[in-house]
């Protein structure tokens, strides 16, 4: 323990009261279903903006992003690139389009019960299998921001890290048990801004003692000149066009992400999403910058090679700062994971709830009762990813890659698609679904050559090749889907 350790606990507690306090505040509005899963659709443009993006950068855009370029230098701007091109192609088209599409097909809360009206699907194998795959991949997504919470419990304060885990868990599951997606957006919103502070002091202070831009190149520089060039890895070699796509295609997940569609599903009206997409998008861009930015300061400053790079945001929070100050940044990193995993938490417990229950039994939960599912549901998933995230040795960034991977190639394409082509069936829909979850899995286990490319990119494609080779070989959809989908897009096209 060193002496900054009770100033920086200090600040943590008053953060993690914030949090529980609009946890409790939330709990008293929840009423229906609809509100524990999407808040009912109340949500103005600001908060689902700034909701969604905290949602989607977990532990890893203060952690395994910064790590990735304290190690390998600017070519980590080739993620950056990939997912800001990725979160304004989300944006702009999906997010209208889904809130419209979602509402009409009977207030459709979650992805497997959206696809399975849209489609009109004869039996439960497109939502069975969407269900699975989503609770697949959101344990390892749920497990990587736990695996962050252990690391910033012993780094910080030295705890052991099975209760670090244990710790940061317990604090998760208590708001999101209670609050639901309220709590979980009203927090997403605080917990961005906490996000946002961080990622800007950072640098700015690190430029500052170093003493300009220049500076920092040539620190970067010194000790290896391939860490300032974009077109080389940090051995000065040429990168590939395997390992530019793989690094551009993280972009590509964004439109099969339950927990960042949520938002789009949950804002108030279709005419707020323009000012929604405005905020998000520059947010993101933003954010990425900083992130990458801290890494290459690290470079700079951290005289000592970090043992494990990841820790670059929180050695050099504690090098920077009075200790009161860094207690604020370093509970960021508790902010982005929290904010991530909670909406994971959710989105997963929606699914048990709201799809795999009533397939399992038979019969569908009263309102009341799909609450208590939704709840019991948090519980359960976030004991099975606490015990996946017990394994100290795991990277957070390549949990991560795995679980955005597949959730993107499973469903990102069968979303995307399904709200523009009217020819795609129900099949089809199957089809991809399966192709691009299973390629994630398989591609994952395999070594050398285009195997070294990102499995999300061959999965994505692979889905998206299965989805219209299937609809397009087997019968057109029914009239009545065909319908809906026109109304729909008119109602879209009139908003």
Not at 87 to 113: G, H, I, Q
Request: charged share 10%; glycine share 10%; proline share 4%.
């Amino acid at each position: 323990m060193t002496e900054f350790n009770l100033p920086i606990a200090l600040t943590f507690i008053c953060y993690l009261i914030v949090v529980l306090v609009i946890g409790l505040v939330a709990w008293s509005k929840t009423r229906t279903a609809s509100d524990y899963f999407l808040g009912g659709r109340k949500l103005s443009s600001g908060v689902a903006a700034l909701s969604a993006g905290a949602s989607d950068m977990s532990g890893w855009v203060l952690l395994g992003l910064p790590g990735y370029a304290y190690l390998a230098g600017i070519e980590a701007g080739w993620i950056a690139l990939g997912l800001c091109v990725g979160v304004s192609l989300n944006w702009l088209l999906m997010a209208k389009r889904l809130r419209v599409f979602s509402f009409y097909l009977e207030d459709a809360v979650t992805l497997p019960c959206y696809l399975h009206r849209r489609f009109q699907c004869p039996g439960p194998w497109l939502k069975l299998l969407s269900s699975v795959f989503i609770l697949l991949f959101f344990l390892f997504y749920v497990s990587s921001g736990l695996i962050g919470a252990g690391k910033l419990f012993v780094a910080v304060f030295d705890f052991d890290y099975d209760f670090s885990v244990l710790l940061g868990a317990g604090i998760i599951i208590f708001y999101t048990l209670f609050g639901g997606f309220l709590a979980v957006s009203w927090t997403d919103v605080f917990q961005a801004l906490l996000m946002t502070l961080a990622l800007l002091l950072v640098p700015v202070i690190a430029l500052t003692v170093l003493g300009g831009y220049t500076v920092l190149v040539a620190k970067v520089e010194g000790p290896n000149p391939a860490l300032m060039s974009f077109f080389t890895d940090r051995q000065g070699q040429p990168l590939s066009g395997l390992m530019i796509a793989s690094l551009l295609g993280w972009g590509l997940a964004y439109f099969g992400q339950p927990h960042i569609l949520a938002r789009f599903k949950a804002v108030h009206s279709p005419h707020q999403l323009k000012t929604a997409a405005a905020i998000g998008i520059s947010w993101s861009v933003m954010v990425y910058c900083t992130s990458i930015a801290v890494g290459l300061t690290g470079i700079a400053l951290i005289e000592s090679p970090l043992v494990d790079s990841e820790h670059v945001f929180m050695v050099l929070v504690q090098m920077l700062f009075h200790p009161l100050l860094a207690g604020f940044l370093l509970a960021a990193i508790l902010a982005a994971i929290m904010s991530t995993v909670d909406s994971q938490l959710l989105a997963s417990s929606s699914t048990l709830a709201e799809d795999l229950y009533p397939l399992v039994t038979g019969h569908s939960l009263s309102e009341g009762g799909r609450i208590t599912a939704g709840r019991w549901s948090v519980a359960v998933i976030a004991g099975i990813a606490t015990t996946v995230a017990m394994e100290q040795n795991s990277k957070v960034l390549e949990v991560v890659a795995y679980a955005w991977g597949g959730l993107g190639a499973a469903l990102g394409p069968v979303m995307l698609l399904s709200l523009y082509w009217r020819r795609m069936n129900w099949q089809g829909a199957l089809a991809g679904v399966l192709i691009g979850g299973m390629t994630v899995v398989i591609w994952k286990q395999l070594t050398g050559g285009w195997y070294d490319l990102y499995e999300l990119v061959p999965g994505f494609f692979f889905s998206i090749a299965a989805i219209v080779v299937v609809s397009l070989s087997t019968a057109p959809p029914t009239l009545a889907v065909v319908k809906n989908f026109d109304w729909v897009v008119a109602s879209v096209r009139a908003q």
